[in-house]
């Protein structure tokens, strides 16, 4: 009877624990080591939403294998949630791939070009580092070269791609693929397992976000 009793209050005991287990689920994300607290925030596009931003590379080989990881979690992000992409100027040859980004924003077919500008790069091997590649590429796409070659020296772009870069260095970022949260936080992917954890920090950052509003 007394050990009935005792398991009864271990039962009880396990049940009001419960809560308290899967607040501290993710206990294991560390700021220092699995993401970084900027001092100075960063303004996000949409300030209403918790932005989760990519900076990417299209000639990024590690950019190129997360992508079907991005597409899967953007699939089930929560509405308050706003998905942000840049592309990044700090590594060699990015500028016409970056400005190409912006074109195919400004177009609306962003999600059209995105993935094949991959696909061509890494898959099929096409060497879309140049001007002229790049304006024969959209030409596939309905963009004529010449309203390539125009928007891909506007002001417009230009501006973008200003932007882009000045985000890159205020959050201070080294490599690509890189993650931020809510213009504050910085996901750092070189001390996490896999792609996965990457994933689940950014959850985790986006949870923390939502709870201080």
């Known amino acids: 009877?007394?050990?009935?009793?005792?398991?009864?209050?271990?039962?009880?005991?396990?049940?009001?624990?419960?809560?308290?287990?899967?607040d501290s689920g993710h206990a294991r994300f560390a700021e220092g080591t699995h993401y970084q607290v900027l001092s100075?925030?960063?303004?996000?596009?949409?300030?209403?939403?918790?932005?989760?931003?990519?900076?990417?590379?299209?000639?990024?080989?590690a950019c190129y294998n997360v992508e079907p990881l991005i597409n899967a979690w953007k699939a089930n992000a929560p509405e308050d949630v706003d998905f942000v992409r840049s592309p990044v100027l700090f590594i060699r040859g990015a500028e016409p791939l970056a400005r190409a980004y912006f074109v195919a924003e400004a177009k609306g077919i962003v999600d059209e070009?995105?993935?094949?500008?991959?696909?061509?790069?890494?898959?099929?091997?096409?060497?879309?580092?140049?001007?002229?590649?790049?304006?024969?590429?959209?030409?596939?796409?309905?963009?004529?070269?010449d309203d390539f070659n125009e928007m891909y020296s506007s002001f417009g772009v230009s501006t973008k791609v200003r932007q882009a870069d000045a985000a890159s260095r205020d959050y201070r970022l080294t490599g690509v693929p890189s993650f931020t949260v809510a213009g504050k936080y910085v996901v750092l992917r070189n001390n996490l397992r896999n792609d996965r954890e990457t994933f689940e920090?950014?959850?985790?950052?986006?949870?923390?976000?939502?709870?201080?509003?």
């Open 1 to 22: 009877m007394l050990r009935q009793v005792a398991g009864a209050f271990a039962l009880l005991g396990l049940i009001f624990a419960l809560p308290a287990l899967a």
């Open 40 to 61: 100075e925030p960063v303004s996000v596009a949409d300030p209403d939403k918790i932005e989760v931003r990519e900076f990417f590379f299209y000639g990024c080989p």
């Open 113 to 145: 070009v995105h993935q094949p500008i991959f696909d061509a790069i890494h898959k099929h091997r096409e060497p879309l580092f140049s001007v002229p590649a790049l304006a024969n590429f959209f030409r596939k796409y309905g963009v004529d070269p």
């Open 201 to 213: 920090v950014i959850d985790y950052l986006v949870g923390l976000e939502r709870n201080k509003r």
